[in-house]
């Protein structure tokens, strides 16, 4: 079963760093690029970043350009989003999804919960 | 990279058919026919319906499907059913490996 779980979202103080792994399982991992994309409370979908198959390409929102790195470990199946210098702005849900052919996500995970609070 | 204009609810009564809309710009929707549409039910993982615009993914009902005219792009789900009920999002790719999601439309089924 091709299966995308999400880890690493808590409680954050702003300013401060968090990094969100998700792992995947069911698929070949290395053969596909993939996205981070996130909702914020009472908000829709906003796609933040992309790598591709190798990790040798990322791509970023505006927004989180700067302060959000997009790294893969294809030995361990794991994408990760390391994020720093974290606003009010950043707090979503954090779902981590695969992209498939003609450029879709085909598979998503449940998401993560990052929340920046003092 | 503004996010593609949705309507912000679509209801409709069982059996009936409805369409979201999703507007973009000749940089995204319009230049590339790699429009895709995922429904969520909060909570879970959003699921593909549709991408490259008409196509849908195995397993997917044939109620769902999709068009595309210029800058905008549709869903349409035919013979409404309750567990229709959910948020719609579409997506382009908008070049340079980037992506826009839509605003998301949340579907009523009456």
């Known amino acids: 079963e091709v299966q995308l779980l999400e880890s690493g979202g808590t409680v954050v103080r702003p300013g401060g760093s968090l990094r969100l792994s998700c792992e995947a399982s069911?698929?070949?991992?290395?053969?596909?690029?993939m996205s981070w994309v996130r909702q914020a409370p009472g908000k829709g979908l906003e796609w933040v970043s992309h790598?591709?198959?190798?990790?040798?390409?990322?791509r970023y929102v505006d927004s989180v350009r700067g302060r959000f790195t997009i790294s893969r470990d294809n030995a361990r199946n794991t994408l990760y989003l390391q994020m720093d210098n974290l606003g009010d702005e950043d707090t979503a849900f954090y779902f981590c999804?695969?992209?498939?052919?003609?450029?879709?996500?085909?598979?998503w995970g449940q998401g993560t919960l990052v929340t920046v609070s003092s | 990279q503004s996010a593609l204009t949705q309507p912000a609810s679509v209801s409709g009564s069982p059996g009936q058919s409805i369409t979201i809309s999703c507007t973009g710009t000749s940089n995204d929707v319009g230049a590339y026919d790699y429009v895709s549409w995922y429904q969520h039910h909060p909570g879970e993982a959003p699921k593909l319906l549709i991408f490259a615009v008409t196509r849908r993914p195995s397993g997917i009902s044939a109620r769902f499907s999709g068009s595309k005219s210029g800058n905008t792009a549709s869903l349409t789900i035919s013979g409404l059913q309750p567990e229709d009920e959910a948020d719609y999002y579409c997506c382009s790719y908008a070049g340079d490996v980037t992506f826009v999601l839509g605003s998301g439309s949340k579907v009523s089924v009456l």
């Open positions: 069911g698929f070949k991992f290395d053969d596909y690029a």
């Open positions: 790598i591709n198959w190798s990790g040798g390409l990322q």
């Open positions: 999804a695969m992209k498939g052919v003609d450029n879709a996500f085909d598979m």
